[in-house]
């Protein structure tokens, strides 16, 4: 099974994400696959292919995490504005920055990195960066089209100032279809 964990998003916020994408998809030109919006989510920690056997201890350590009083203090995030992976240059990865309390949501981060290495499940060696991830440039993409997509998230305005209390990790299984992705929730 493929799985990550990850916060989910309010629908307000889903709203305005959407929006944007729209906004975007104007300059495209079909450079772009696009997240559907009810997939937005805030990734935690991908953990790839994962024997379903050791679902129960990822559960059991979400569970931990969930009881933990200093992760579940008050996240209170927002909107940030609007940008790409590695830059927008050369756009690959389009994404809506995350403001707000980012000092409880790095702790919640390293929090679960440390407990999922200790199931066995290497940490990432990028450094956290919170962002909820909008599209991902195709590969047969131009330099033209990436360098138009490029400025035309340079030319958004930013997003609504909407802020939201974010929830407990979950853990998600992923199964890639010709469609795309879908998201199942399996707990906690």
């Known amino acids: 099974m493929r799985l990550f964990v990850a916060l989910d998003?309010?629908?307000a916020i889903?709203?305005?994400?959407?929006?944007?994408q729209?906004?975007?998809?104007?300059?495209?030109d079909r450079a772009v696959s696009w997240v559907k919006p009810a997939a937005i989510h805030l990734t935690l920690q991908f953990l790839g292919e994962v024997d379903s056997e050791r679902i129960p201890a990822i559960l059991a350590a979400l569970e931990a995490i969930q009881q933990n009083a200093d992760t579940q203090r008050?996240?209170?995030?927002?909107l940030a504005p609007i940008g790409a992976f590695p830059n927008l240059r050369r756009p690959q990865t389009i994404w809506a920055g995350v403001g707000g309390d980012l000092a409880a949501l790095e702790r919640l981060y390293h929090t679960l990195a440390?407990?999922?290495?200790?199931?066995?499940?290497?940490p990432e060696t990028r450094p956290f960066r919170a962002h909820l991830t909008l599209g991902r440039v195709r590969r047969e993409a131009t330099e033209y089209q990436r360098a138009a997509l490029?400025?035309?998230i340079a030319a958004l305005s930013p997003p609504h100032p909407i802020t939201w209390q974010s929830g407990s990790?979950?853990?998600y299984q992923s199964t890639l279809t010709p469609q795309g992705a879908i998201y199942q929730a399996l707990g906690p």
């Open 169 to 171: 990790p979950i853990l």
């Open 114 to 122: 440390s407990a999922l290495e200790l199931l066995g499940f290497s």
């Open 9 to 11: 998003v309010p629908e």
């Open 150 to 152: 490029g400025a035309a």
């Open 14 to 20: 889903i709203a305005e994400l959407s929006a944007i």
């Open 22 to 28: 729209q906004r975007l998809r104007r300059n495209t």
């Open 74 to 78: 008050s996240r209170i995030l927002s």
